[in-house]
């Protein structure tokens, strides 16, 4: 079966340090993978995806994310956090079987930035 | 541009009542999706529809039921509600078939069946 797994429940990190949220997947086939973040009371925004192609994916706000094949990771990263990062971040995989293009989210990590 | 809408933001239900949330998008997108989300498990489809006059069933579909009559409206109905049902609902929709095209969420509709 197809999953998403993100094995921190929070992440802290001080502003002006690199941040990564981590993420694992289990998919047959190639993996279509994505990375979402939520404000506070919002709907979820996307970040950046990963197709095919390069391992280092660069997406909105500065973030970028690298796809690991060998260790089955996409793991979201940033070089220097801001205090406006502090959101929960998804990350998610589409499920190659499903028609409807159905996306399964990991259980998302918490973000905290303190200034 | 407005995107993706959804009505009500808020609703509180007693259990056994009914209520239809309704979202909209104006992107022209072929698919669209209703999720919940509760604390700790992320977001689980509930239905889904590809293409206007579709639908289908998602991980958690029992007690809810959805229409899309028209491209740009997809409605989840809930004919009974029940305290389980009690959570964050958001709607998404995407360009559709082919490339892994990523899906724009609405604002979500908190609802609290009591």
């Known amino acids: 079966a197809q999953s998403v797994a993100q094995p921190e429940d929070q992440v802290n990190v001080a502003e002006g340090n690199p941040l990564t949220v981590k993420c694992t997947y289990s998919v047959s086939g190639n993996p279509y993978l994505f990375w979402y973040v939520q404000y506070p009371n919002r709907g979820l925004q996307f970040l950046l995806k990963?197709?095919?192609?390069?391992?280092l994916v660069k997406g909105s706000y500065g973030f970028e994310a690298e796809f690991n094949k060998s260790q089955t990771s996409f793991h979201l990263k940033k070089p220097s956090a801001l205090v406006s990062d502090s959101a929960l971040y998804f990350c998610?995989?589409?499920?190659?079987?499903?028609?409807?293009?159905?996306?399964?989210f990991g259980q998302g990590t918490e973000l905290s930035v303190k200034p | 541009n407005a995107g993706v809408t959804q009505t009500p933001k808020f609703r509180v239900l007693k259990t056994g009542q009914s209520m239809t949330l309704l979202c909209a998008q104006d992107m022209n997108h072929e698919y669209m999706y209703w999720y919940r989300q509760d604390p700790g498990m992320g977001l689980r489809l509930i239905h889904y529809?590809?293409?206007?006059?579709t639908t289908a069933k998602g991980e958690v579909p029992d007690g809810y039921n959805v229409s899309r009559l028209k491209k740009q409206n997809f409605l989840l109905g809930l004919e009974s509600a029940a305290p389980s049902q009690t959570s964050v609902y958001f709607c998404a929709s995407s360009w559709g078939p082919g490339e892994a095209w990523e899906q724009y969420f609405g604002p979500g509709t908190r609802l609290t069946v009591t």
């Open positions: 990963y197709i095919t192609g390069d391992n």
């Open positions: 998610a995989v589409r499920d190659p079987y499903n028609q409807g293009g159905k996306l399964i």
């Open positions: 529809s590809v293409g206007e006059g």
